[in-house]
């Protein structure tokens, strides 16, 4: 049995990440806010983790094999982090994400040119140093580009990042109602708007992320992971399986340069290698094989 904190994990796929890692047996500690309280036979502490003196509190002498940041969203946090957990625990598990590759940062594609989906050698987070663009997803791909840097120079505990894919599935659980903006706007006949060239990006499933953190977190491999399932997707793809399962014909709507199209369209190449994370034991699910059933359930909820 190990001792394993989780930061966060009181909403989407790490609630379901606690519960695994609760029914192995491990002892589980979550530490939030106090917004909501953990499932029943997992430990829980309150403390503002911006606030260090007061996290350091919480803490008091406790030690962890494992923590699982799943709320890292900037370099500041991720600093505060690396001093109080430095002696702490043996391993630190960060909850990254593919935006860290901002499309907005790779190269243009050129026409007819072969498309290789990214590996975790395509971005080094110590050049990342200035915002690219402007906006909330700007800033939040640029903030977990840099708090991984905090955590790679010089670390204070073997560190891995996990670059999750876009994450679908859990119908009223997926808070971001990327999914359902697909499902509402095709069933009621609405076009959506695309990329005059959409290229295919990377998903995985809300369950298959939990496993792989919680998977992670017991292995002794360090740095950066991709986290997608196999199968790359691009907007029309995503829609064409969104119109099987409302009965719909999808319609689309070319974006000019510049303008803003709906969620997943993309365009320049934005899909994941998982070939890292593969290599070293992880078995993942095909996106085909459970897009349809994640449809269902945002069309359902």
């Not at 894919?165 to 006949?189: K, M, N, Q, S």
Request: glycine share 10%; aromatic share 8%.
């Amino acid at each position: 049995m190990n001792t394993i904190l989780v930061i966060g994990g009181s909403r989407y796929f790490g609630k379901s990440l606690v519960t695994k890692a609760r029914g192995a047996g491990h002892e589980v500690t979550v530490l939030n806010r106090g917004s909501s309280a953990p499932p029943v036979g997992v430990g829980h502490l309150v403390a503002d983790r911006d606030d260090e003196e007061r996290l350091r509190a919480a803490l008091g002498r406790r030690t962890f094999d494992t923590v699982i940041d799943q709320v890292c969203y900037t370099p500041q946090q991720a600093a505060v982090a690396r001093r109080v957990f430095a002696g702490r625990t043996g391993r630190y598990v960060m909850t990254s994400t593919m935006e860290v590759y901002d499309p907005a940062t790779l190269p243009a594609p050129a026409t007819g040119g072969v498309r290789v989906p990214l590996t975790e050698d395509s971005l080094d987070p110590f050049t990342s140093g200035a915002v690219h663009g402007s906006g909330p997803a700007h800033d939040y791909a640029e903030g977990k580009r840099r708090a991984e840097a905090v955590f790679l120079r010089d670390p204070a505990f073997p560190y891995v990042s996990v670059r999750a894919a876009h994450v679908l599935g859990g119908g009223r659980e997926d808070f971001t109602g990327r999914l359902a903006h697909y499902v509402e706007r095709i069933a009621a006949g609405n076009p959506v708007d695309v990329h005059e060239t959409p290229y295919p990006t990377s998903f995985i499933h809300h369950r298959e992320i939990a496993d792989l953190l919680y998977w992670a977190a017991g292995q002794s491999f360090t740095g950066p992971v991709n986290a997608a399932s196999h199968g790359a997707l691009d907007v029309t793809g995503l829609s064409e399986l969104v119109a099987e399962q409302v009965g719909r014909r999808p319609g689309y709507r070319v974006v000019g340069q510049g303008a803003e199209a709906s969620p997943f369209s993309f365009d320049r190449a934005y899909a994941m290698d998982n070939g890292r994370a593969a290599a070293l034991g992880f078995d993942f699910g095909r996106v085909t094989d459970w897009l349809p059933d994640a449809i269902a359930e945002a069309a359902a909820a």
